[in-house]
């Protein structure tokens, strides 16, 4: 399977742990995104990678999130501190490089469902 | 804030009928639109794109962008049982996509 992949796909946690997930995306795309998903709503965006290169990051993004891309291959988001308000699936998402034919599409993996007790 | 419009729904279509999902979108500089379709539990899956006004056609879905109205819309024909699933509209902002809140599609039988 060459699609994106995330991992946990399910991670249960008590208010205040820490959580990391990790998303690998389809090998030759250079671009990495994070979303965040809750029930009834479109994803959100969180941040974006070209490359190993971090270049945005939403507001919604509070200073208990950080993600990395170390070797511009796969991605960890961490949530420090975790509260019940981050209980959400966490998608991650891929884009090949500028001038491929697919540049504007991003293709997701499965998810992470987190739930915070 | 550039923003992207669905009607929530639940829209109920009886099976064989055309579904017609819409949306709208604030941004005037936005130059690709997409169609997610989402099934409970799922992640979203890329359907249809469109980056010229007109109409484009795959298969039973057609995607129509009017750029002047900053209008999107998904039509699919003969619809299915399995076409019952949240279609989430995406309009692309720089690098990256903002994505509305999805309508949920439900095929009678």
């Known amino acids: 399977d060459t699609g994106v992949s995330q991992n946990p796909r399910h991670k249960i946690t008590k208010r205040g742990q820490n959580v990391t997930f990790r998303c690998d995306p389809i090998?030759?795309?250079?671009?990495l995104y994070w979303y965040r998903q809750t029930l009834g709503q479109g994803p959100e965006f969180l941040t974006y990678?070209?490359?190993?290169?971090?270049?945005?990051k939403s507001r919604l993004l509070s200073d208990r999130f950080s993600a990395e891309r170390p070797k511009g291959s796969f991605s960890t988001l961490e949530i420090q501190r975790t509260e019940q308000g981050d209980s959400a699936m966490y998608l991650c998402?891929?884009?090949?490089?500028?001038?491929?034919?697919?540049?504007?599409?991003?293709?997701f993996g499965p998810g992470t469902r987190l739930t915070v007790l | 804030q550039k923003e992207v419009e669905q009607n929530s729904g639940p829209l109920s279509v009886p099976e064989g009928a055309i579904a017609s999902l819409n949306c709208t979108y604030s941004?005037?500089?936005?130059?690709?639109f997409f169609w997610y379709r989402q099934y409970s539990g799922k992640s979203p899956e890329l359907i249809m794109f469109?980056?010229?006004?007109g109409d484009k056609e795959d298969g039973r879905f057609t995607a129509q962008l009017n750029k002047a109205s900053q209008y999107v819309s998904l039509l699919i024909r003969d619809s299915q049982p399995s076409d019952s699933a949240t279609y989430l509209c995406?309009?692309?902002?720089?690098?990256?996509?903002?994505f509305g809140k999805g309508t949920r599609l439900h095929i009678l039988p």
């Open positions: 990678f070209q490359n190993e290169a971090q270049l945005e």
């Open positions: 090998s030759e795309h250079n671009r």
């Open positions: 998402a891929s884009s090949p490089s500028q001038g491929a034919p697919s540049y504007n599409e991003q293709f």
């Open positions: 995406a309009v692309n902002a720089d690098d990256k996509i903002i």
């Open positions: 941004d005037r500089g936005s130059q690709s």
């Open positions: 469109i980056y010229s006004n």
